[in-house]
């Protein structure tokens, strides 16, 4: 197994921002495209958000675009989410994982974190 693990769930009012982590190894984060993901209960797991090694191209879900942000420092191997004006629909647990592409589909993605709880109430 490849160590990736998020940080930074939590409660949070609507309207709310918070910003979640996920730190790999460096043999996990190198050179990888990194990806967001969340699980909400009786859903499907739905894309999020992932970045590219360099940072230049991102992808967001139809969801979240212009609400998250998604970042990555390479020097301490760690990818972040920004997430702002937080919506009850925003309840999931948060996953962060690694592809060699940027991609928006689950199955393209081979390493997992254990993912955090973001509970978002109204």
């Known amino acids: 197994q490849v160590p990736l693990v998020e940080s930074g769930g939590g409660l949070v009012q609507a309207g709310g921002s918070l910003r979640l982590s996920c730190a790999a190894s460096?043999?996990?984060?190198?050179?990888?495209?990194m990806g967001w993901f969340r699980q909400a209960p009786g859903k499907e797991r739905e894309f999020v958000a992932s970045?590219?090694?360099?940072?230049?191209?991102?992808l967001y879900g139809d969801s979240v675009k212009d609400r998250f942000t998604i970042s990555r420092d390479n020097a301490k191997n760690t990818v972040y989410l920004q997430m702002n004006s937080l919506k009850p629909g925003d309840t999931a647990v948060y996953y962060c994982?690694?592809?060699?592409?940027?991609?928006?589909?689950?199955?393209?993605?081979?390493?997992w974190g254990q993912g955090t709880q973001v509970t978002v109430s109204s």
């Open positions: 970045i590219t090694w360099t940072g230049g191209r991102t």
């Open positions: 460096g043999r996990t984060f190198s050179s990888y495209v």
């Open positions: 994982a690694r592809s060699v592409g940027l991609s928006r589909r689950n199955e393209d993605y081979d390493y």
